[in-house]
C-alpha cells in the first residue's frame, strides 16, 4: 500500500497466499513481481512452486531454471527445475542437471557445512547418479542436523521411498507431521516421488490424520470434500 513498486513486498504477499493455497493470487503476485523487477530470485522461485502445485510442470521448469540463472549460487531452485524434468519424463536433461545441481550443493556444504537442507536435497540427487552409499549417509547427515525440520524429513522420505524403504519413508514422515499443514498435504497428493507409498496402508491412514486434524484445527466437518492423494 505504500510503495506499489516494491517487487519484494508483492513476493511476500504471493507467500502468504501460498501458503494460505490462493494459488491463483499467489502466481498473479509473484508475475506483478517479476514485471517489476525481472532478475528477482524469490519470484522466479515462488512462481515455480506455484505452478507446480498446479502441475504445471513444463511451465514450472521453466520459471524454477529463470531462478536459477538469476542466482548461480543457489541450488534449491536447481533441484526443483530437475524434479519437473524427472517428473515430465525428460531422463536425459534430469541426469545433465542433476551433476550441476551436486555441484552447486557441495558448493553450499562448503560454506555451510551445517545446512541440513542441502544434505536433504543432496541425497535423492546421488541416488539419482547411482551413489547410493553417499546418499544414506547424506539422508542420516540431514536428519542429524534438522531433526525438526519439515522440509529436510520430506526429501530424505523422498529418497527412502524412491530406494524401496518404504517403512522407512513412512517413518520419516510421521516425524514430521505436527508441521504439516493444507498446503502441505496437497504438495504430497501431487508429488510423485509419493507414487511408492500411496497404496501403503501406513501412508493412507497417516493422509486421513492429516485431513482430519486439519479440518478440525479450522473448525470445518470432515465430511466434506476431502484432499486425496492421486494414483501412482
Known amino acids: ?61 521453466a520459471a524454477y531454471e529463470k531462478a536459477a540463472e538469476v542466482d548461480r549460487n543457489s541450488y534449491g531452485a536447481m533441484c526443483m527445475l530437475w524434479d519437473c524434468r524427472k517428473t515430465l519424463g525428460d531422463e536425459k536433461e534430469a541426469h545433465r542437471l542433476s551433476r550441476e545441481v551436486l555441484t552447486r550443493i557441495e558448493k553450499a556444504m562448503q560454506l555451510y557445512p551445517d545446512d541440513g537442507a542441502a544434505y536433504a536435497y543432496g541425497c535423492y540427487i546421488l541416488h539419482n547418479l547411482g551413489l547410493d552409499e553417499r546418499a544414506v549417509e547424506w539422508a542420516e547427515r540431514a536428519i542429524t542436523i534438522d531433526p525438526e525440520d519439515y522440509n529436510s524429513h520430506y526429501n ?35 508429488d510423485v516421488d509419493m507414487n511408492p507409498l500411496r497404496d501403503h496402508p501406513r501412508y493412507r491412514a497417516l493422509i486421513e490424520r492429516l485431513e482430519i486434524s486439519l479440518a478440525e484445527a479450522e473448525g470445518r466437518s470432515t465430511s466434506g470434500p476431502e484432499v486425496r492423494p492421486r494414483g501412482a
Open 156 to 190: 530424505v522420505a523422498c529418497f527412502l521411498a524412491a530406494i524401496g524403504a518404504v517403512e522407512k519413508a513412512i517413518d520419516t514422515l510421521e516425524h514430521s507431521v505436527p508441521q504439516l499443514g493444507l498446503q502441505q498435504v496437497h504438495w504430497m497428493a501431487q
Open 1 to 61: 500500500a505504500l510503495d506499489s513498486t516494491l517487487a519484494e513486498a508483492h513476493v511476500a504477499h504471493a507467500m502468504a497466499h501460498f501458503q494460505k493455497e490462493q494459488i491463483e493470487l499467489a502466481g498473479a503476485a509473484c508475475r506483478r513481481a517479476i514485471a517489476l523487477d525481472p532478475d528477482l530470485y524469490e519470484a522466479h522461485r515462488t512462481l515455480g512452486d506455484v505452478l507446480r502445485m498446479e502441475r504445471k510442470f513444463a511451465e514450472a521448469a
